[in-house]
């Protein structure tokens, strides 16, 4: 549960502000009045450390929950040393001027190889394509501070501010332009709506939770099985086109089979159960998604 009393004066920071999980986050810490700077590439072009410093000493802020990233993982497969300077670099000089505050690092489900599904947070990591080795290099660096929080997610989705940043909203603009999906019925994560994500987040935020956490939904389905369910959700606005498909016939960067992850400890710690994205869907029905 949220922590009523955690109220702090300065503004949290939020990272990757325009994105998906970020907006979510912010709209989340405006929803309890809480003060909170959103932070995008107009505000601070966080490869730049001049202006982080800059930014950092002006607002003297009370934490950072940092999402900002490169995540395509064919970019960060082509652009390695872009990749390299955002997903880590940057991550590392915010971990150390943040030193004596809280840090969130939002990592990924994919620092695993796959090989096994249902990771726990003590598991260890076996990155297969680079925008995970990035993340998973941050990781270990995050952890080195008592005070700071790695968080692994899984596939996010709602409504961004760009309308491209949700796996759902990249599924249903592909249904609107007419375009045939391949969707694996071997890929298997666990989908979440990223206002679950940001809610959960600012819990652990409140409780001064350190270490490594999962927040995912609370069921594993495979690429496939989310297609259906967005088939189903949309229906009778759009015509979905898809096919189903392996991992055998995916010729990018290499994707592991199963990065499932064992959500049990954050549901205790949090006291509370994390819903699978069909229940979630079935019980939001007005809900954009």
């Known amino acids: 549960m949220f922590n009523e009393s955690f109220k702090p004066q300065k503004p949290i920071w939020v990272t990757g502000a325009a994105g998906l ?17 959103p932070v995008t590439r107009q505000e601070i072009d966080l490869t730049r450390c001049d202006q982080i410093v800059e930014q950092f000493t002006e607002h003297s802020p009370s934490a ?8 395509d993982t064919t970019q960060c497969q082509q652009n390695q040393n872009l990749a390299r300077k955002v997903n880590l670099f940057a991550t590392r000089f ?33 990155p297969l394509n680079f925008y995970a080795e990035t993340k998973a290099e941050a990781e270990q660096y995050i952890l080195l501070n008592p005070l700071h929080t790695v968080i692994r997610t ?3 989705g709602g409504i961004s501010p760009k309308g491209n940043r949700g796996f759902n909203e990249q599924i249903r603009q592909a249904w609107v332009q007419g375009k045939e999906l391949t969707l694996f019925t071997d890929e298997f994560r666990n989908p979440i709506p990223a206002s679950i994500t940001a809610e959960l987040t600012l819990q652990i935020l409140s409780n001064q939770l350190t270490g490594i956490a999962h927040i995912a939904g609370g069921s ?20 979905p086109r898809m096919k189903s498909g392996t991992l055998k016939e995916y010729n990018g960067p290499k994707r592991p089979a199963d990065t499932s992850l064992d959500i049990t ?25």
């Open 21 to 37: 999980i970020g907006h979510a986050l912010v709209e989340a810490l405006q929803r309890r009045k809480l003060p909170v700077y």
């Open 220 to 239: 594993k389905l495979s690429r496939w099985q989310i297609g259906e369910l967005l088939a189903r959700r949309w229906g009778n606005e759009i015509t």
């Open 94 to 126: 915010l971990c150390d001027i943040a030193s004596d505050i809280p840090l969130i690092f939002f990592s990924t489900d994919l620092v695993f190889d796959g090989q096994k599904g249902n990771y726990s947070p003590e598991d260890p990591v076996n």
């Open 154 to 156: 899984s596939l996010n």
């Open 64 to 71: 950072i929950i940092h999402c900002a990233a490169i995540s």
């Open 265 to 289: 400890q954050t549901e205790e710690l949090l006291n509370e159960k994390i819903p699978g994205l069909e229940q979630w869907l079935l019980a939001n029905p007005e809900v954009p998604f």
